[in-house]
């Protein structure tokens, strides 16, 4: 389980920039749309320092992840080749 930070002090929230922020719900929109929407409540009271209105939205969030973390896997080179195989002759036989 992700467990936020007790406190993070001003001068670290400060020095993240803006784009830093909004990384986490445009990864996590990849995989849900739901979880994504979640992640972007968070970064508010996130970037405001308020540590006590993260707790839950990190724990609904980390129970969402657990669901969609294991339907992905990595590829083989096999699989990749495989893949592309398919795509090229599929785009051959237009």
Do not use: I, N
Not at 21 to 50: C, I, N, W
Not at 68 to 85: G, H, I, K, Q
Request: aromatic share 4%; charged share 20%.
């Amino acid at each position: 389980m992700v467990r936020p930070p007790s406190y993070v002090p001003p001068v670290v929230r400060a020095a993240a920039p803006t784009t830093w922020r909004h990384k986490l719900s445009s990864v996590v929109s990849v995989f849900s749309t739901a979880a994504g929407a979640l992640a972007s409540d968070l970064e508010d009271p996130a970037a405001a320092g308020q540590p006590g209105a993260c707790r839950p939205l990190v724990a609904r969030l980390s129970a969402m992840g657990s669901r969609f973390v294991p339907r992905v896997s990595t590829p083989s080179l096999a699989e990749v080749e495989a893949a592309a195989l398919r795509v090229a002759q599929r785009d051959r036989g237009r």
